[in-house]
C-alpha cells in the first residue's frame, strides 16, 4: 500500500483559499486512483473530489463544483486540493486516499489507503 501525508490545512476567512497537498511514498504513484474526503464533527465522512491515474479525468461532489479543483503530480507524487471561495460548512479534517482500482466506488469504502488528515477551518 502506499503511505500518504496531507499538508496544507488551516484557518482561513470565509471567501478565502487554501491548497492541500498529499505526497505519497512508493514508486507506483501514478497507479492509483485518487481522492479527497471530509469528515466533520459529528458527521460521515463524505466524498469531495476524485482523480484518475493519468490526471485526464476528475469528478468532484456538488457541494464543491466550481469551487474546488483536484490536480496531480505524478513526477513528484502529489495530489492536490485547491480551495477557493471557502464557505464555513467546508470546515471538517481533509483526507487523502488512494486507490488501486481504475476507478473505484467514491465512498470511504471504496480507497484502500488513508492519510492521517488535515484540518480545513473556514471562520464566518
Known amino acids: 500500500q502506499v503511505q500518504l501525508v496531507e499538508s496544507g490545512g488551516g484557518l482561513v476567512q470565509a471567501g478565502g483559499s487554501l491548497r492541500l497537498s498529499c505526497t505519497a511514498s512508493g514508486r507506483t504513484f501514478s497507479s492509483y486512483t485518487l481522492g479527497w474526503f471530509r469528515q466533520a464533527p459529528g458527521k460521515e465522512r463524505e466524498f469531495v473530489a476524485a482523480?484518475?491515474?493519468?490526471?485526464?479525468?476528475?469528478y468532484g461532489a456538488d457541494s464543491v463544483k466550481g469551487r474546488f479543483t483536484i490536480s496531480r503530480d505524478n513526477a513528484k507524487n502529489t495530489v492536490y486540493l485547491q480551495m477557493n471561495s471557502l464557505k464555513p460548512e467546508d470546515t471538517a479534517v481533509y483526507y487523502c486516499?488512494?486507490?488501486?482500482?481504475?476507478?473505484?466506488?467514491?465512498?470511504?469504502?471504496?480507497?484502500?489507503?488513508w492519510g492521517q488528515g488535515t484540518q480545513v477551518t473556514v471562520s464566518s
Open positions: 486516499a488512494a486507490d488501486q482500482s481504475s476507478w473505484p466506488a467514491l465512498t470511504p469504502e471504496g480507497f484502500g489507503s
Open positions: 482523480i484518475r491515474r493519468s490526471g485526464g479525468s476528475t
